[in-house]
Nanobody, 126 residues
Framework: QVQLVESGGGLVQAGGSLRLSCAAS????????MGWFRQAPGKEREFVAT????????YYAVAVKDRFTISRDNAKNTVYLQMNSLKPEDTAVYYC???????????????????WGQGTQVTVSS
């Protein structure tokens, strides 16, 4: 079992920044790729970003590329999502997730992931 706990959400004005954290426990952190997803009210949950086990490769949704940065600290069992230049359309509940399977590609789909956190709310005011 893996437990994932997100933190760092909150209310921020458009153009501002937030850094989300996701602390993992239960299994060696370096054994799994990590991802961030988000779900806005009335919408499907969508992919935001993913990072490989070593942190050597990342991939972003077009909507957040060049504004958000995913990173991880395997010594601290934590993955981060630095969000800059926030827009009202970034308002959502943000979830981190863990993928244990070794793939020849980035983990971009919800069904790629085995464990999920409870989510943290990010609200961007205009």
């Amino acid at each position: 079992q893996v437990q994932l706990v997100e933190s760092g959400g909150g209310l921020v004005q458009a153009g501002g920044s937030l850094r989300l954290s996701c602390a993992a426990s239960g299994r060696p952190f370096s054994n799994y790729a990590m991802g961030w997803f988000r779900q806005a009210p009335g919408k499907e949950r969508e992919f935001v970003a993913t990072i490989t086990r070593t942190g050597g490769s990342t991939y972003y949704a077009v909507a957040v590329k060049d504004r958000f940065t995913i990173s991880r600290d395997n010594a601290k069992n934590t993955v981060y999502l630095q969000m800059n230049s926030l827009k009202p359309e970034d308002t959502a509940v943000y979830y981190c997730a863990a993928d244990f399977k070794y793939r020849g590609r980035h983990s971009l789909q919800e069904y790629d992931y085995d464990y999920w956190g409870q989510g943290t709310q990010v609200t961007v005011s205009s």
